[in-house]
């Protein structure tokens, strides 16, 4: 069974940073993409930044220099480092994984991440 678990969610101020992370079970990291998405209320649930299955990280163009994303292969963690927050960043986060013999797309519960003015 895939499970994914986010932590690290909060509330911090402008300007902040905080680190999100994701334990993954059920799925190996060798077979499958990871990555961090949000999604507003309302709004379509857009990709954050991801990492292959060979463990390259790429984040969206709009979030660069802001946002990484990295992977431990023996705590089977995916993390999103999160610099300079900023107000607009205030949603829910998700941590994603594709199992790619399947295609099989599985969620975590989110986590909800708030900047302060």
């Known amino acids: 069974q895939v499970q994914l678990v986010e932590s690290g969610g909060g509330v911090v101020e402008s300007g902040g940073s905080l680190t999100l992370s994701c334990a993954v079970s059920g799925i190996r990291f060798s077979r499958s993409t990871t990555g961090w998405f949000r999604q507003a209320p309302g709004k379509q649930r857009e990709q954050v930044a991801t990492?292959?299955?060979?463990?390259?990280?790429s984040t969206v163009d709009s979030l660069k220099g802001r946002f990484t994303i990295s992977r431990d292969t023996e705590k089977n963690t995916v993390s999103l480092h999160m610099d300079t927050l900023k107000p607009k960043d205030t949603t829910d986060y998700y941590c994603?994984?594709?199992?790619?013999?399947?295609?099989?797309?599985?969620w975590g519960q989110g986590t909800q991440v708030t900047v302060s003015a």
């Open positions: 990492i292959s299955v060979r463990g390259e990280p």
């Open positions: 994603n994984a594709i199992r790619l013999c399947t295609n099989s797309e599985y």
